[in-house]
């Protein structure tokens, strides 16, 4: 049974404070990473994807993966209010289909002004 | 340019009814998946189409579930004689070709309701 695990939280930080959402994973086959944001009652929302060992940045967002220790990470920097929400990790298909991801449960982010 | 359309977004059921859940993809998109969300669970693979193809339904349950994506018209998830266990939100989504890097583009979900 495949499985991503994360901590469901929530997790709360202070506004401009970092933010570490973190992510587990059990198919050790996996090649792709995603984080999606979900506000309540709305659709998922890709924010980053990652299929090599080490950190992407793409402005305030990092995902970090490590494939020897199936841990993935999304950072947060200089939170704002209007990033809290559920972030949702996900892993793509170990025979390489990114359609067929495996998510998590989520962890809610609560970001305090 | 509008997003995925789903709809709708709320029904509810007694149990043994049917249920239809409609999906039209972002414009310029050939390929639809349907996920399902059971209370405090992620999101699980359903079933992948393509018009007029199902692809990959390997996570679609074995009775009374099928899916469609006609060549005209949204795709559509239904749901024959439902249960208690099918309240859920089901979320659409589509993409440009299979997968692409990652960026399946979703819809708000249709959360149905069994009585």
């Known amino acids: 049974q495949k499985e991503v695990e994360q901590n469901s939280g929530p997790l709360s930080v202070p506004e401009g404070a970092i933010a570490s959402l973190n992510c587990t994973y059990s198919?050790?086959?996996?090649?792709?990473f995603f984080w999606y944001r979900q506000y309540s009652g709305k659709s998922p929302e890709l924010i980053m994807f990652?299929?090599?060992?080490g950190d992407k940045e793409d402005g305030r967002f990092t995902a970090q993966l490590n494939k020897a220790s199936q841990y993935v990470s999304l950072l947060i920097r200089d939170s704002q209010p209007s990033d809290s929400a559920t972030y949702l990790c996900?892993?793509?298909?170990?025979?390489?289909?990114?359609?067929?991801?495996?998510f998590g449960k989520g962890t809610l982010l609560t970001v305090n002004p | 340019n509008a997003g995925v359309m789903q709809n709708p977004r709320h029904l509810v059921r007694r149990r043994g009814q049917e249920a239809r859940l409609r999906c039209s993809p972002m414009?310029?998109?050939?390929?639809v998946y349907w996920y399902r969300q059971l209370p405090e669970e992620g999101l699980k693979f359903m079933v992948y189409?393509?018009?007029?193809?199902?692809?990959?339904e390997s996570g679609m349950p074995k009775e009374r579930f099928s899916a469609e994506f006609p060549k005209e018209g949204p795709s559509i998830l239904r749901i024959q004689q439902v249960v208690r266990g099918d309240s859920a939100a089901y979320f659409c989504?589509?993409?440009?070709?299979?997968?692409?890097?990652?960026?399946?583009?979703f819809g708000e979900g249709s959360r149905l309701t069994v009585l």
């Open positions: 989504a589509s993409s440009t070709r299979q997968g692409g890097t990652g960026e399946l583009f």
């Open positions: 198919d050790r086959g996996s090649q792709s």
């Open positions: 990652i299929y090599s060992n």
């Open positions: 996900a892993a793509g298909n170990s025979g390489g289909s990114n359609y067929k991801l495996t």
């Open positions: 414009k310029g998109h050939s390929h």
């Open positions: 189409l393509q018009k007029e193809n199902i692809i990959d």
